[in-house]
């Protein structure tokens, strides 16, 4: 009962967000007009992908100090779970894109950033596909892990603000900031954000507990 | 200090004795540079001459680094372990792929002035981004080769690995060095230098820390 509570939290959180920000009035002073609304699915993907990613980054840590297995598992179900937001993220991206900037896809440092962090944590799986003996994949693709973190977080944190980027907020256009006086989006925004990490930790959660079964 | 370079000397003498791989290196660069010239008309622009510089320096790191840890094979490890211990032998390993990076693109900037022409403008700005852009690649490799190695000679995995760490790095050395070829000042760069510094020496650090977890049976 206790362990169910962020479960529900999370799925109540998610609903919400989901209702609500479409029912919601926007900011009638933006010129996304009503993309808008892609602010609580679109962002709150990458947050929730940033998290998945963080907390497998800190169980190899944990691992590589402990060698306890099951912390390599969760570690692997996180950065699993990690891969599926940017998925998600990278498609609801898309489809604001066309809509926005008219192409599916644009040589932007934030879709850049986007691409190659997929590509570290593929290289990941195929790192770990490619080892046989379990404590020495886990401790291997630890190391990898933890140095693919490092650099996800520089590829995506600090290089977009090195150069312009066609993405609200950066290069002059306007980011939410500047609409949130009355904190509308911002209700909508970070319930979406806590509701997608609560639901991402339950997934992770399942896959790690078939896994222990399977093995 | 005093391990760390009789390591270095070490892997020198075993360069020197494998003296064709580094004759194919040398000749993958030149072929390569030729293969470019030969394809292109002589006014190429200073973007693609930028970009294709450093494919060929990119491949050719890689090449380079895919047989990084080959002589050490088998029991060398072990060898190693006694005798110096991970730490010495990851920073000589370091300092010597730092090294033969830097001749590297040095090696391949000569032949692309001989062939193409040299556009830049700020010669100290881009030897600057050449020799952090090196210094990152090949901290990068000697990690990831180290991984390939550890998987018992999977070479095209070091590369798979390699490849997707190693964008950043390119993407911020390639933007300082176009700058540099503009003409863009020192103290006008100093912040992507910063960066970059701090770049490789994150890394750096990070490799240092994580290569004795690699050596762990």
């Known amino acids: 009962m206790k362990g169910s509570i962020y479960k529900v939290l999370g799925v109540l959180l998610v609903l919400y967000s989901m209702i609500y920000g479409l029912l919601m009035d926007i900011p009638e002073d933006t010129f996304l007009e009503e993309t808008i609304r892609n602010l609580f699915y679109h962002v709150s993907m990458w947050f929730a992908m940033v998290a998945m990613m963080g907390g497998s980054f800190w169980n190899a840590i944990r691992f590589l100090s402990t060698e306890n297995l099951t912390l390599d598992r969760r570690s692997f179900c996180l950065a699993e779970m990690g891969m599926l937001f940017s998925f998600m993220g990278l498609l609801t991206g898309m489809m604001w894109a066309k809509f926005t900037w008219s192409t599916w896809w644009t040589n932007d440092p934030k879709l850049n950033g986007t691409a190659v962090t997929m590509l570290f944590y593929l290289a990941y799986f195929v790192l770990r596909n490619s080892i046989e003996d379990t404590r020495k994949k886990a401790r291997i693709s630890a190391v990898f892990n ?56 339950w997934i992770a959660s399942l896959r790690y507990r078939l896994k222990t079964l399977q093995e | 200090m005093k391990k760390i370079l009789r390591l270095l000397v070490r892997f020198f003498h075993q360069e020197v004795r494998n003296s064709n791989v580094l004759f194919s290196l040398g000749l993958y660069l030149l072929g390569v540079s030729y293969l470019i010239y030969l394809l292109s008309d002589s006014t190429t622009s200073d973007t693609a001459w930028n970009t294709l510089l450093w494919v060929v320096t990119f491949f050719g790191s890689v090449q380079l680094s895919s047989r990084s840890f ?6 060398y490890f072990f060898y190693y372990q006694t005798i110096a211990g991970p730490r010495s032998t990851i920073i000589a390993k370091l300092l010597f792929n730092i090294l033969y990076m830097v001749i590297l693109s040095l090696a391949t900037w ?23 852009g090196s210094a990152g690649f090949s901290v990068v490799l000697t990690l990831t080769s180290g991984i390939a190695h550890r998987t018992k000679g999977n070479a095209t995995l070091g590369t798979i690995l390699a490849i997707p760490l190693l964008l950043p790095i390119l993407k911020l050395t390639s933007v300082l060095n176009l700058q540099a070829i503009v003409g863009v000042t020192f103290t006008e760069t100093a912040n992507l230098i910063g960066t970059l510094v701090a770049l490789d020496i994150g890394i750096g650090l990070l490799a240092y820390l994580l290569f004795p977890y690699l050596w762990q049976d």
């Open chain 1, 146 to 201: 933890i140095f693919a973190f490092v650099m996800m977080i520089v590829f995506v944190g600090i290089l977009p603000r090195m150069t312009d980027s066609l993405h609200p907020g950066n290069g002059g256009n306007p980011g939410f900031n500047i609409y949130d006086s009355d904190h509308r989006l911002k209700i909508v925004f970070y319930p979406a954000v806590i509701g997608w990490i609560l639901v991402g930790t």
């Open chain 2, 70 to 75: 080959e002589f050490e094979s088998g029991n």
């Open chain 2, 110 to 132: 000569a032949l692309f002035s001989l062939f193409f022409g040299n556009p830049v403008y700020n010669l100290g700005v881009f030897t600057l981004g050449l020799l952090l």
